[in-house]
């Protein structure tokens, strides 16, 4: 979501009560087959930190809705096939899942 909906989210006042819980009434539950492309880890190659190669988003660098730039990683080198089956699309959306212990 961008930041502009994140807010408008919090600021909504109209809800309705479904399998879920509370959302707002102009939202649908749907199945998450029903509404995504793909799903797939990310790449797993060495990073450096020195800004040379291609630019791979982190855990710590998404933040409430921001991208810190100084946390980023690089990979100088991706084949062909890695590049077009990892980058991000416009309209895309990244999800993190890590476990604390």
Request: aromatic share 10%; charged share 30%; proline share 1%.
């Amino acid at each position: 979501m961008k930041n502009r909906e994140i807010s408008e989210f919090y600021n909504e006042i109209n809800f309705k009560e479904t399998e879920l819980g509370s959302l707002p009434v102009d939202w649908q539950v749907v199945k998450l087959g029903e509404v995504v492309i793909k799903i797939s880890n990310g790449i797993t190659k060495i990073q450096n930190k020195n800004g040379k190669g291609f630019m791979v988003t982190r855990i710590e660098t998404i933040s409430e809705g921001k991208l810190n730039i100084n946390r980023v990683g690089y990979i100088e080198e991706l084949t062909e096939s890695e590049f077009k089956n990892y980058k991000l699309e416009v309209g895309g959306w990244r999800y993190t899942n890590k476990s604390y212990q």
